[in-house]
Every structure is written in C-alpha cells, then in structure tokens.
C-alpha cells in the first residue's frame, strides 16, 4: 500500500505560478510511476504529467506542455509540479496518483486507470 497526500495549492492570479508536492508513504520502494491529474468543475478528470520513477522520464498533456514541469525525488519520496503562466483554465482540483503496476506504453501513463493510489486533491484557482 502507498499513500500519497498533496500540498501546495491556493489562488493566484493570471499568468502567475504555483507549485505543487505530493509526498508518497508506506511501500514506496515499488513505485513504478507517479503523476498529476486534475478535475475542472463539471468536467471529467484529465491527464496533466506523469513520471516514470525509474527513469524520470516525464510525459504531459498537451494542454500544459511548456507551461509545467513534473520531477521527483527518489530519497524523499515526493513528486512535483511546477505550474507556470496560469489560466483561469487550469482551475480545477489537481490530484497525486501513483502505482506499483508495470506500465508498458507511454500513452498509459495519461490512463487513470494505470494508478492504483490516489491523494485527496489540492485545489488551484487562478482568477483572471
């Protein structure tokens, strides 16, 4: 079992930057990926990045691609996103997720249903 808790979130204004951790606990040792994924009100929840924890290497959603950079640090067991130039569209409640499961495919990294753990959420509100 993993547990992931969330932080870092709050309001800021347009074209402002926020920072994001998720701080993983319990059986971390077999994390195999970590990643972001938010929920607009009145939307489905969507891919933002992932990272694959062995690697490091990241993969994002097209929506934010430039604008925020994933990382990870192994020793600590946390997971970061770093959100720059906001909009009022990035307004939703951002959500750590992790797995212990092998991911094979690059495209599954964006499928929620590759993560078996799941934080709370941390809200971001970006006023216009």
């Known amino acids: 079992q993993v547990q992931v808790v969330e932080s870092g979130g709050g309001m800021v204004q347009a074209g402002g930057s926020l920072t994001l951790s998720c701080a993983a606990s319990?059986?971390?040792?077999?994390?195999?990926?970590m990643g972001w994924f938010r929920q607009a009100p009145g939307k489905d929840r969507e891919f933002v990045a992932a990272?694959?924890?062995?690697?490091?290497?990241?993969y994002y959603a097209d929506s934010i691609k430039g604008r925020f950079t994933i990382s990870r640090d192994t020793a600590e067991s946390t997971l970061s996103l770093q959100m720059s130039r906001l909009s009022p569209e990035d307004t939703a409640v951002y959500y750590c997720a992790a797995t212990e499961r092998p991911i094979y495919y690059a495209r599954s990294y964006s499928y929620s249903d590759s993560y078996d753990y799941w934080g709370q959420g941390t809200q971001v509100t970006v006023s216009s």
């Open positions: 990272v694959s924890w062995i690697s490091g290497t990241p």
């Open positions: 319990g059986r971390t040792s077999m994390t195999v990926a």
